[in-house]
């Protein structure tokens, strides 16, 4: 199995941008579809973006399209979330999850049983 570990969160202002790392051990990373989800408090968690096992491909909830990047770089081990022009909405625990997947590399989606998660990552964005 994989094991995840984000990092990167913090409290910033509107308009601000952060970027979190997701960084993976224990498994071949590349073997991974993989996908950022976000909860706020109170509410379910939902997800926010998804890239292919290959870096190529990536899909995006409409409320982050244009302000949110995913990213990954498999000889690092390692998934990133670009997020500019933060928003007070965007204030959440992320989580990043994997899901191992022997189809295309470059399939993207953000359906799927994601068995993998990290701990989590608290943004807090916030005048």
């Known amino acids: 199995q994989v094991q995840l570990v984000e990092s990167g969160g913090g409290l910033v202002q509107p308009g601000d941008s952060l970027r979190l790392s997701c960084v993976a051990s224990?498994?071949?990373?590349?073997?991974?579809?993989m996908a950022w989800f976000r909860q706020a408090p109170g509410k379910e968690r939902l997800s926010v973006a998804a890239?292919?096992?290959?870096?190529?491909?990536?899909v995006y909830v409409d409320s982050v399209k244009g302000r949110f990047t995913i990213s990954r770089d498999n000889a690092k081990n390692t998934m990133y979330l670009q997020m500019d022009s933060l928003k007070p909405e965007d204030t959440a625990v992320y989580y990043c999850a994997g899901l191992r997947y022997q189809g295309s590399s470059w399939y993207v989606s953000m359906s799927g049983k994601f068995d993998y998660w990290g701990q989590g990552t608290q943004v807090t964005v916030s005048s």
């Open positions: 890239i292919s096992r290959n870096g190529e491909s990536t």
């Open positions: 224990g498994r071949t990373f590349s073997d991974y579809r």
